[in-house]
């Protein structure tokens, strides 16, 4: 691991650690604790509440990120969930949650291929989606199933780039005690989602790097 961690935190209101009882208390914050190596390294949180993939996609038009994102050593990306909480108050109607889940997935295809453009040697980590219901709502397994099907497009997106996936799917399902609202991680969700990304982290360095895949 390199000794001068940039790390660069992109994404959602998972990102920005709302739902955590202090931000130290965020994934964010968490992973870069366990990936530093000395006091020169540094974390910058790009998250925000609420937002798209299509707006984080905008976002990597702006100049001063992308200088950003052509030193970073590690990058993470939680998206995707407010894409489908449109969707859903959107009267959950099926041709719009198709249109939805093909706009996601090109979203993640341009943002990885953006990052990478970038910045060829980064590790991104990229985290699916989780379904925050509990087992007595009625669309529950509606849900859960649609979430499967999506977190298989971030499985394969993340593939098809060679970055690291997180689905912290199985983890969440049907726990609420996780939660700090109705879709938000608490402390001890968020310490499981950092346990996710660092045991991801640890496991890369046992892989073959990109030149090495066939």
């Known amino acids: 691991m390199e000794n001068q961690v940039l790390y660069i935190a992109l994404g959602d209101s998972l990102t920005k650690g709302v739902g955590a009882s202090a931000h130290e208390r965020s994934f964010t914050a ?13 974390y910058i949180n790009l998250g ?6 299509g707006e984080l996609l905008q976002l990597l038009t702006d100049s001063k990120i992308c200088d950003l994102l052509k030193r970073a050593t590690h990058v993470t990306i939680t998206i995707g969930g407010n894409d489908m909480i449109r969707a859903y108050q959107n009267n959950f109607n099926l041709s719009g949650i198709i249109r939805t889940i093909r706009t996601l997935k090109q979203n993640l295809e341009y943002i990885l291929q953006s990052i990478t453009d970038l910045n060829p040697d980064t590790h991104i980590f990229l985290m699916g989606l989780y379904n925050p219901g509990t087992s007595d709502h009625k669309l529950y397994k509606v849900a859960t199933q649609l979430i499967r099907r999506i977190n298989r497009i971030y499985e394969g997106t993340a593939t098809q780039f060679g970055v690291n996936i997180i689905i912290p799917m199985d983890s969440f399902l049907n726990k609420p005690y996780l939660l700090a609202d109705e879709v938000h991680p608490n402390d001890q969700g968020y310490k499981i989602i950092t346990d996710l990304f660092l045991g991801n982290q640890r496991l890369q360095y046992l892989l073959p790097t990109k030149d090495d895949r066939v």
């Open 48 to 53: 925000k509440s609420g937002r798209s993939s």
């Open 30 to 42: 968490s992973f870069f604790h366990g990936i530093k190596q000395t006091k020169d390294c540094r």
